[in-house]
């Protein structure tokens, strides 16, 4: 049977693919593989999770999660969804920083990939990993937590140092969120008041088709204390999509509803199909800063890009110290793309839009579609790490020698 990625824009060209219940059975997989990439959820949009030889899916190892109250920690399978993960910990009475706009991603996947939400002040998914669990190349058990040497290259790795079996995650209290949907920004706006917008809520996103003289959506989505501020656009008369086309029974509720923290924070319940998969990604940081200079430069290529693009978002991730994040250092404002599915027209615009993006050295999200990225400042540290625990490079593959060669 061909196995594809979510979007079915990679078929993988995996010989044999395994789906191991237990960590010893993982283990046992690993040893044996001359090489061997993991699966998580399907959301990466490129050839980071292929290989020609085994791929491992971890779904179906125990998910079990183990809270820890003093440490204030939860410790989980790294196949685990962070939909179900956030039920369970909020039903005790615990929440997590933050959630991606999809449910549906894995823990492992997410945080491999320094996958986000959005939020002035928050850091991406991965920023609240305590310690994970991994089997290296030659089957061993190895944990690393906060302080160890190596960890900040070992959390967002890419898996290119070894399957993430188990993963311990920083909780805090539950919290509850209310969300709003704001109309027709003006554009001009959006430049004059940019940092006010970005921090106008616990998490915001903006929403545009860069057709226009406005941002056809705000979504705030405030905590308690904040109050909605719609920047002179229209408060949404009715429940919103993204694309505001599309009927939004998928999305979770608006209006100022107050609700717990994991049913506000994604764009999308999980009890949705989030969408068809008739799409692909890309997505690019610059530093926050450079925020209104990036708007100009997506303009600058908008008659390229309006054509095959669906919709476009706009968010905020803070700094962090994670190796190969592309967050590592500054704060950042991501500019995320969600494009027809035509890859021949697709990809030539995704390369204008990086031109367009140059001068402000944009870094693009690991798991989507894009034709160039920097070489991370750490990259010699992580190579060094990975030569540690994997010399053989068993948990290489194109994308990886594309990118971590350490060259």
């Known amino acids: 049977m061909t196995l594809t990625n979510w979007a079915g824009n990679i078929v993988f060209g995996a010989a044999r693919v395994h789906r191991p219940s237990t960590v010893d059975q993982v283990r046992a997989v690993v040893a044996d593989a001359r090489r061997v ?3 998580g959820s399907g959301h990466s949009f490129n050839d980071i999770a292929d290989t020609p030889s ?3 899916s971890v ?3 125990p998910v079990a999660p183990r809270i820890d109250p003093e440490a204030g920690t939860v410790t989980v399978a790294g196949g685990v969804r962070y939909g179900e993960l956030a039920a369970h910990l909020d039903a005790q009475g615990y929440a997590l920083h933050n959630l991606g706009s999809l449910p ?8 491999a990939t320094a996958t986000h ?17 991994l089997v290296t190349a030659g089957g061993d058990l190895v944990r690393l937590a906060r302080g160890d040497a190596g960890f900040p290259g070992a959390v967002v790795s890419l898996g290119a140092i070894g399957v993430v079996v188990g993963i311990t995650l920083a909780v805090r209290p539950s919290y509850t969120i209310r969300q709003y949907v704001f109309e027709d920004l003006p554009r001009a706006v ?3 008041r940019w940092e006010q917008i970005a921090g106008a809520g616990y998490s915001v996103s903006l929403f545009t088709r860069w057709a226009g003289g406005t941002v056809d959506q705000l979504w705030l989505k405030l905590a308690d204390g904040q109050e909605p501020d719609g920047f002179g656009a229209t408060p949404a008369g009715r429940a919103m999509h993204p694309i505001a086309a599309m009927p939004a029974e998928s999305c979770t509720e608006q209006g100022g509803v107050p609700g717990p923290w994991h049913r506000r ?12 998969g008739e799409e692909l990604q890309s997505e690019f940081f610059v530093a926050r800063a450079d925020a209104v200079a990036a708007f100009a430069a997506v303009e600058r290529v908008r008659h390229l890009v309006t054509p095959v693009l669906q919709i476009s978002e706009i968010r905020t991730v803070a700094a962090d110290d994670l190796w190969l994040s592309p967050h590592h250092g500054r704060d950042s404002v991501a500019l995320h793309f969600t494009w027809i599915k035509d890859e021949a027209r697709v990809l030539p615009v995704v390369a204008a839009l ?6 402000l050295a944009p870094r693009p999200h690991w798991g989507k579609v894009f034709h160039h990225a920097p070489r991370p400042e750490r990259l010699t540290d992580f190579v060094a790490l990975r030569d540690r625990l994997d010399p053989e490079r068993k948990f290489s593959n194109a994308f990886v020698e594309r990118h971590l060669t350490g060259s």
């Open 54 to 56: 085994d791929l491992v």
């Open 265 to 276: 924070l994604p764009h999308f319940k999980l009890d949705f199909t989030p969408s068809s």
């Open 104 to 111: 549906h991603i894995s823990v492992a996947g997410a945080v």
């Open 37 to 39: 990439r993991v699966l």
């Open 117 to 133: 939400g959005s939020g002035a002040a928050l850091g991406n998914l991965a920023t609240v990993v305590e310690g994970i669990e």
């Open 59 to 61: 779904a179906g190892l």
């Open 190 to 192: 959006l430049d004059e």
């Open 354 to 359: 990086e031109e367009s993006l140059a001068h």
